[in-house]
C-alpha cells in the first residue's frame, strides 16, 4: 500500500471540500427523500434573496434641477463653512510653502562641480593660476587649497557637469593637468554661471 504525504492530502481535502456543494439542514431528519431535499433547497435559494444586505444605504445620492434626490424625496441642505471654501485650503497651503520657502533660504551649498585646474608645490605657479581665472573668467570664482605640501586650485561653482565640460575644453589647452571633480558649491555662486 502506498503511504501519502499528510501535507498532500491535506490539500487534496481542501481542494475537494472548497468544490462540493452546500448542504443546508433545514431541521429535516435524516430519512428524508430526495424531492423534500430539492423544495428545501429552492426555498433556502428565496431566502437567500429577501436576506441579501440592503446596499442603498452606501448608494451616492444626486440631485436633479429641482433640489430633490432621486428618490422624489427633498434633502437637506447642509450650509457651507469656511473649511469647504477653497479660500481656506489656499491659505493652508500658502503657510506650507512659506515654511519650505524659508528652510530652502537656509541652504547655501549644494553637490556639483568644480575645475581643478592646478595641483603642486609652487605657490607662485597656484597664485598664477588663480589671477589667470578671475581675468579670463570673471564670473566663476577660483578657489586656492593647500594642504602640506600641495596648492590645489578649483574653479567655478557648476550646478551641473554641462556647465563645468564648456570651461573645461576651453582651459585643457592651458592646463593638461585638469580635470572635473564633484564637489559642495555655493547655489548663489553657481546660479551666476552663464
Not at 97 to 114: H, S
Not at 153 to 179: C, H, Q, T, W
Amino acid at each position: 500500500m502506498q503511504r501519502y504525504n499528510p501535507t498532500f492530502l491535506l490539500i487534496l481535502w481542501l481542494f475537494a471540500s472548497a468544490c462540493a456543494s452546500k448542504v443546508v439542514s433545514g431541521g429535516n431528519s435524516s430519512g428524508a427523500t430526495d424531492s423534500h431535499q430539492s423544495s428545501n433547497a429552492s426555498s433556502t435559494k428565496k431566502n437567500d434573496k429577501s436576506e441579501e444586505e440592503d446596499l442603498s444605504l452606501y448608494r451616492p445620492k444626486f440631485k436633479n434641477s429641482t433640489g430633490q434626490n432621486d428618490s422624489g424625496k427633498e434633502t437637506p441642505v447642509a450650509p457651507k463653512t469656511s473649511s469647504d471654501t477653497p479660500m481656506h485650503v489656499n491659505k493652508r497651503l500658502d503657510a506650507i510653502l512659506d515654511t519650505i520657502a524659508m528652510r530652502n533660504k537656509n541652504v547655501k551649498f549644494t553637490n556639483g562641480f568644480r575645475i581643478q585646474i592646478y595641483v603642486g608645490n609652487d605657490r607662485k605657479s597656484a597664485d598664477d593660476a588663480k589671477i589667470y581665472t578671475y581675468q579670463k573668467y570673471p564670473e566663476i570664482f577660483p578657489y586656492l587649497s593647500y594642504q602640506q605640501p600641495i596648492y590645489k586650485v578649483k574653479i567655478g561653482d557648476f550646478l551641473n557637469r554641462m556647465d563645468a565640460e564648456r570651461y573645461y575644453a576651453d582651459l585643457k589647452d592651458l592646463y593638461p593637468s585638469a580635470m572635473i571633480l564633484p564637489d559642495r558649491v555655493e547655489i548663489k555662486k553657481g546660479i551666476m554661471v552663464k
